[in-house]
């Protein structure tokens, strides 16, 4: 009988544990504007539910770094097909953007998350966002539409996620 009741409480013993992390993810992710978005990106490393505020910036991070790569590679692509001076001008600008993302932004802020140095990183993410700007804005600039405003959209509220984690950091 006591080898149940020592299974039982050790079985329980993780309950909270995994509820804590759990919470901690909930918790972070309603104190930024995308909830659910932030949810999705948390959760979709699987060792998150073990970390700490640092480790969901990191985790944020990577997903900011995966989407802008992603658009890195779609501006490419669309800079590669087209013979539209103007768009190609934008698309030149976007470029320089989501590299000083991929490049500088990116690791910038999350290492200073892991450093814990948050108001570092809040400058970090506060250039990703301007770098996200400056692109579309560029589209505007040419007089043309966006034909990526749906990833530079996704881009910008990654990089919201993860501006306010580090600042629930602070």
């Known amino acids: 009988m006591s080898l149940l009741v020592l299974e039982a409480l050790f079985c329980f013993a993780f309950i909270p544990l ?4 759990d919470s901690l993810i909930e918790s972070t992710c309603q104190q930024t504007p995308y909830y659910d978005f932030c949810i ?6 699987p060792r998150s539910s073990t970390m700490g505020l640092p ?4 985790v944020a991070g990577n997903g900011l770094n995966d989407t802008a790569t992603d658009n890195l590679d779609l501006v490419s692509g669309l800079l590669g097909s087209t ?3 103007s768009l190609d001008k934008a698309l030149k600008v976007c470029i320089g953007s989501y590299n000083t993302i991929i490049k500088v932004d990116v690791p910038g802020a999350i290492e ?4 814990n140095n948050p108001n570092l990183g809040i400058d970090y993410t506060r250039d990703a966002a301007k770098q996200v700007d400056t692109c579309e804005k560029s589209f505007g600039e040419n007089k043309i539409e966006s034909p990526i405003s749906g990833s530079n959209t996704a881009a910008y509220e990654l990089i919201v996620i993860l501006q306010s984690i580090v600042t629930i950091i602070l």
């Open 55 to 58: 480790g969901l910036a990191r």
């Open 112 to 115: 200073a998350a892991l450093r």
């Open 83 to 85: 013979n539209n001076a």
């Open 18 to 21: 995994s509820h804590s992390a």
């Open 40 to 45: 999705y990106t948390l959760q979709s490393d």
